[in-house]
């Protein structure tokens, strides 16, 4: 596969091709296994990574971290009480300043435009670990994941149940629609996916061969290969939390959701969870559950984003 990403920016799943989301998924795939045997090249020997977190976060910072340990970068985690960042200082000249010192920048937080701002003026790869609009390092390694289990992303039939605008389902839809996944979003129509958005999703889905369904009734997940789902309430969004509860409360995804699903079907989550709310604790717990396989494999995809972006070599 002849892809490269040198120096690509990593903002959303909407700027990469089908080719370019599978090669990814590829070199994750060969960076993972390198690691299980004890393999480590050291592609990032001597970078200088920047982790800008507005928001808190386990998963996506101690990926990064790890993964740039993995491949001999050092990463520093900066706070938004460490930096200026949209405070004394603007976006733009905080850019421009860790641009002249470091070799990448992670960026989560809450404005889809701050991420694209530091990738604008900083001069150096910018990668998003998550914003209120999108979180494609995320859906990255949930579709490590469902290779992992199915051996395909193209056909698959992935149901997300709950809150149908946040950011997990609009990631999901845009990578779904890129790289053919029948992707189907479950929830009370005053949280439908933005209109625009399924627009756009459905162009890229006619050409790979995907569909896009939006519902509202809880017996559409029959057929799934996946059902997925996401916290009830979002980071920023707490004052929402009991308008959120009487929406959310039918589509918990429980025993009888997943016996509605294809036989063999598997319940993912990007975590962290809060059990007895968008999931019980048995579907949680259960051999269907591979969400801490998604939680590992967040390490391994954002190791294969830095790797792609920040090295001149094709590793796959």
């Known amino acids: 596969m002849s892809v490269n990403l040198y120096k690509r920016n990593f903002l959303t799943l909407k700027d990469f091709t089908e080719e370019e989301i599978l090669y990814l998924l590829s070199l994750a795939k060969d960076l993972k296994n390198k690691k299980k045997h004890g393999i480590f090249e050291k592609n990032l020997a001597n970078k200088n990574i920047a ?27 900066l706070s938004k009480a460490d930096i200026h960042l949209g405070g004394k200082e603007d976006s733009k000249d905080t850019a421009r300043v860790l641009g002249r ?85 479950i929830s009370p129509k005053e949280l439908f996916p933005d209109n625009a958005l399924i627009e756009e999703c459905s162009k890229w889905a006619k050409e790979s061969g995907a569909s896009i369904t939006v519902s509202d009734d809880m017996a559409d997940v029959a057929g799934s290969d996946v059902l997925y789902t996401d916290v009830w309430v979002s980071m920023g969004e707490e004052a929402k939390k009991a308008e959120r509860y009487a929406l959310l409360t039918p589509y918990r995804v429980n025993t009888a959701a997943m016996k509605a699903a294809k036989p063999g079907a598997v319940f993912m989550h990007c975590l962290p969870a809060v059990k007895g709310d968008e999931v019980t604790e048995e579907v949680f717990e259960s051999l269907a559950s591979v969400v801490f396989d998604e939680a590992e494999n967040r390490m391994h995809t954002i190791k294969a984003v830095m790797v792609a972006t920040l090295s001149r070599n094709n590793y796959v």
């Not at 507005?54 to 970068?73: H, I, Q």
């Not at 960026?107 to 910018?126: D, N």
């Not at 990255?140 to 950011?167: M, S, V, W």
Request: aromatic share 12%.
């Open 51 to 77: 982790l800008i977190f507005e928001k808190n976060s386990t998963r996506t910072r101690c990926a990064f971290v790890v993964a740039c340990n993995d491949e001999g970068a050092f990463p520093e985690f």
């Open 101 to 185: 010192m470091f070799d990448g920048i992670e960026f989560r937080g809450y404005s889809q435009k701050t991420v694209e701002t530091l990738a604008q003026y900083s001069g150096v790869p910018v990668w998003n670990g998550l914003t209120d609009e999108d979180h494609p390092t995320q859906v990255l390694a949930d579709f490590l994941t469902i290779q992992e289990n199915f051996g395909k992303l193209k056909g698959i039939n992935l149901t997300y149940i709950g809150d149908g605008r946040n950011n997990m389902s609009n990631a999901l839809m845009i990578g779904s629609a890129k790289c053919g996944l029948n992707y189907k979003v």
